[in-house]
């Protein structure tokens, strides 16, 4: 559980991305599915943190769409995550 806790804060961390609306949305996805989700769909927003701000953003806010299906997926179920 200690370890849970740990890596939690971390991905926390990683989430803060230094634009309020990204780091909602990012954290949004870490309090309602994180837990739940398979590892292969974690392994997915691990891939998706490593993208750059500015990409986020235009994915995010609906200006582009990625063009890695996994990652478009994603995209659209944290759009869709009740705030």
Do not use: H, K
């Not at 634009?19 to 769909?41: F, T």
Request: net charge negative; proline share 2%; with cysteine.
């Amino acid at each position: 559980m200690a370890n849970d806790n740990v890596e939690l804060g971390r991905l926390r961390w990683r989430c803060r991305r230094g634009m309020g609306e990204l780091d909602q949305l990012m954290s949004r996805y870490l309090d309602q599915v994180w837990a739940a989700d398979s590892e292969a769909q974690r392994g997915v927003f691990l891939r998706l943190l490593d993208c750059e701000d500015d990409r986020l953003w235009r994915w995010f806010m609906g200006y582009e769409v990625p063009e890695d299906a996994e990652l478009a997926t994603l995209v659209t179920r944290i759009r869709n995550l009740p705030a």
